[in-house]
């Protein structure tokens, strides 16, 4: 018994092995690129995503340190502020004081004042000895002055007085 084969289904079977040979082909190189990616450039991926992680973690507590610095500067700048807000009916009041018994002849400058000691330091200029001595007398009757210092008086050759002078004011004065 002979089996007739036709040369034409022989030939289609052929191409039809060819074209399995080379879809078997293709999916063994994909397993061979899927099997490199997942052992060796993943576990890479994975080890950088680590260092990155920790670094971004380093990087956001030195950011909230440095913000606490200056959290705690600004916090200073308020509070300082808040003082000058607190005491500024104080040395308005001074002020207003100040101007009623400050001889017209001499000119003060370098105002410092303490509030919670209640004292005022400042330097003084003046063109002649004469307007010290009178301002001295204002300080002498003046009710609202506690205490008065006088320091580093010096007088040139022209006659011109220079002076540093701290006052202790009065509580009832400020008031």
């Known amino acids: 018994m002979a089996i007739d084969v036709d040369l034409e289904k022989l030939e289609k079977a052929k191409d039809g092995n060819g074209i399995l040979i080379l879809l078997i082909l293709i999916l063994v190189i ?5 099997f490199f990616l997942f052992s060796y450039v993943l576990p890479q991926r994975e080890e ?17 340190s440095e913000n606490n610095g200056d959290l705690s500067s600004a916090q200073n700048y308020i509070n300082d502020f808040k003082v000058l807000l607190e005491n500024s009916p104080k040395t308005s009041k001074f002020f ?29 200029k003046t063109s002649n000895n004469r307007s010290l001595m009178e301002q001295i007398t204002v300080l ?7 205490s008065y210092e006088l320091s580093n008086i010096n007088i040139n050759g022209g006659g011109d007085v220079s002076f540093e002078i701290s006052l202790i004011i009065r509580e009832t004065s400020l008031r």
């Open 30 to 34: 994909l397993f061979g690129l899927y």
């Open 96 to 124: 207003g004081r100040f101007e009623e018994w400050a001889h017209p002849l001499i000119v003060y400058s370098n105002l410092k004042f303490e509030t919670n000691l209640r004292k005022v330091s400042m330097s003084g």
């Open 140 to 146: 002498n009757n003046e009710e609202s002055i506690e």
């Open 48 to 64: 950088e995503a680590t260092k990155l992680k920790a670094e971004f973690s380093e990087l956001s507590q030195k950011v909230t």
